[in-house]
């Protein structure tokens, strides 16, 4: 197992490129499966969990064509001769995300065997959202030997209220309902720009659907969808875990082909921990001399705070200026990194679903290991503020996630080096 080797203390100055949506890619690559045709896909980042998706695909019988480019890759898949509709338990375990081929699956095909999700490092995280929302839309749905089993002939639309709000429930209700038979409503719909991403695509590939970015889509189904090019939305929690490794560690730093526009309550909290932020509509100029000041927040859905950014602005918060209580709303056990924070000299405590932080002059490196991969994001970001060296062990979950991180921290003056096992 590959390890990151970080010697703290260095301030970060230059520019970084941001990549690809690691949770816009997945959805995306998966609406692959929805047509015969071919969708070509560009900033497609390159991740772990990206090669994993990439081959449940291809396990399916979709042709898929890989060209690299200078930010990410260029990714053509083709879904004419899809023979398995089957997403098995050796892949689903290694991601969650493999859920996103039920509904495209049963929506083109009438049928999809897709494994369980098992428990995971950060909570429960159970699908029957899913599940319910494809069961009123007409599929038969049993569970046996650990496989979701759905099946029908014609999904029909009808009006789906989630009962809670569900990023891939909604992403997988979507895609399914762009093919079934009349209108389909998603009530209390994700907005997160990751869903829209997606909806866009699918709208480029025929779908029709409205309200993308509110809680309410209306999907009419069409009879088939066609190919489309699209390019992957730039990736808002890659974005502002640089901002936050910048707000503790220190620097100058330009973060090029981002999306402002969806990173409002991250740099709101940034400015309000004293950092300096200049913006444009694709880049963001991060400035930090100062010490950080401790910022309250609590993760909700978008357009609130991320659950994906808490661990990252946790380790901002450790060595800020005064105390911060962080609320996880989402996640029931979210707060791994923090065991492994205190290791480095944090002071943080946790009593239900608050951390109480409070923040110290000083971070002192030791061995540490990643739990789960925004956890993993945010011992780096903790590690570079840190004096003397870090060893974090396990950052295969930074590689599901984050494309090449230690390149891009090295270019910006960071002393982080990958040692191979
Ligand atoms: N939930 C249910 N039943 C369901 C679906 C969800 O109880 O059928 C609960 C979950 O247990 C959780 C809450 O609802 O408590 C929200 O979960 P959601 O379904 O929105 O999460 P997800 O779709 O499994 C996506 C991202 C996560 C991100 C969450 C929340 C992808 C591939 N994953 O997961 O990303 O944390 O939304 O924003 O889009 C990450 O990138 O590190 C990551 C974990």
Not at 75 to 103: H, N, Q, W
Not at 376 to 389: D, K, N, P, T
Request: hydrophobic share 45%; proline share 3%.
């Amino acid at each position: 197992m590959d390890k990151l080797l970080i010697t703290g203390g260095n301030r970060l100055s230059g520019e970084i490129a941001i990549s690809g949506a690691k949770n816009a890619a997945l959805p995306i690559l998966c609406a692959g499966l929805l047509t015969s045709s071919t969708v070509q896909l560009s900033n497609v980042p390159r991740l772990q969990d990206v090669s994993t998706m990439l081959k449940l695909l291809r396990q399916m019988g979709l042709r898929i064509e890989q060209t690299s480019e200078q930010d990410g890759e260029r990714v053509a898949v083709c879904g004419r001769a899809i023979d398995r509709f089957e997403a098995p338990y050796e892949m689903v375990k290694t991601m969650r995300a493999s859920i996103l081929v039920l509904g495209p699956l049963l929506a083109r095909f009438g049928e999809a065997k897709v494994s369980l999700p098992g428990g995971c490092a950060i909570g429960s995280r159970p699908v029957d959202q899913h599940i319910k929302g494809l069961q009123a839309m007409g599929a038969e749905i049993t569970i046996e030997a650990g496989y979701i089993h759905a099946r029908a002939k014609k999904l029909k639309g009808t009006r789906v209220v989630t009962d809670m709000i569900t990023v891939t429930g909604t992403e997988n209700l979507l895609m399914a309902a762009t093919l079934a038979e009349g209108e389909t409503i998603l009530e209390n719909a994700a907005r997160e720009p990751e869903v829209g991403d997606l909806a866009n695509l699918l709208v480029a590939m025929g779908a029709r659907i409205d309200g993308i970015g509110t809680d309410r889509l209306v999907i009419q189904g069409v009879s088939e969808l066609h190919g489309a090019s699209h390019a992957v939305i730039a990736d808002r929690i890659e974005t502002a875990t640089f901002l936050c490794a910048v707000a503790a560690a220190g620097g100058d730093v330009k973060l090029t082909n981002v999306r402002t526009d969806i990173l409002d309550v991250a740099l709101d909290k940034l400015r309000e921990a004293g950092v300096v932020l200049t913006t444009g509509p694709d880049w963001i100029r991060v400035q930090m001399a100062a010490r950080p000041k401790a910022v309250n927040f609590r993760t909700t859905e978008y357009p609130g705070f991320p659950t994906d950014m808490q661990a990252q602005f946790m380790a901002m918060n450790c060595l800020a200026d005064g105390n911060s209580r962080v609320t996880e709303t989402i996640f029931e056990n979210r707060f791994m990194h923090v065991q492994e924070m205190n290791r480095l000299g944090a002071a943080i405590t946790i009593d239900g679903h608050t951390a109480s932080v409070s923040g110290v002059e000083r971070l002192v490196g030791a061995p540490v290991m990643a739990t789960d991969l925004r956890a993993s994001a945010s011992l780096v970001i903790a590690a570079l503020a840190a004096q003397g060296e870090t060893l974090i062990d396990r950052i295969y979950h930074l590689d599901r996630g984050y494309d090449r991180m230690e390149v891009k921290l090295s270019a910006v003056g960071a002393n982080i080096v990958r040692v191979k096992s």
